[in-house]
């Protein structure tokens, strides 16, 4: 069983960049897919970004496309969301999850999911 757990999250201004991090346990890691979804107050949890086993494919919302990079370090267990351009509607708790498929963006396809860092974003 993979343990995911998210950090990064902060307070930034607007145009400001972050980069979240989710530390993952086990040794099975490379072999999942990944992605981030965030979850707004008082809205629903929506996908943001995910990433193949190898890192060689990706998949943006249209809302982060060209703002944020999702990448993944497989010998350290760990994924990355780089936010760049961040803009206060990013304000959001962002967690990590494990992918059926990195084309996957509907929650009920991941799993595993983490506790979530909090991003907020000052305009």
């Known amino acids: 069983q993979v343990q995911l757990v998210e950090s990064g999250g902060g307070l930034v201004q607007a145009g400001g960049s972050l980069r979240l991090s989710c530390a993952a346990s086990?040794?099975?890691?490379?072999?999942?897919?990944m992605g981030w979804f965030r979850q707004a107050p008082g809205k629903e949890r929506v996908f943001v970004s995910s990433?193949?086993?190898?890192?060689?494919?990706?998949y943006y919302a249209d809302s982060v496309k060209g703002r944020f990079t999702i990448s993944r370090d497989n010998a350290k267990n760990t994924l990355y969301l780089q936010m760049n351009r961040l803009k206060p509607e990013d304000t959001a708790v962002y967690y990590c999850?494990?992918?059926?498929?990195?084309?996957?963006?509907?929650?009920?396809?991941?799993?595993?999911w983490g506790q979530g860092t909090q991003v907020t974003v000052s305009s």
């Open positions: 999850a494990i992918g059926s498929c990195w084309r996957a963006t509907h929650g009920s396809d991941f799993r595993s």
């Open positions: 086990g040794r099975t890691f490379s072999d999942y897919a």
């Open positions: 990433i193949d086993w190898s890192g060689g494919a990706t």
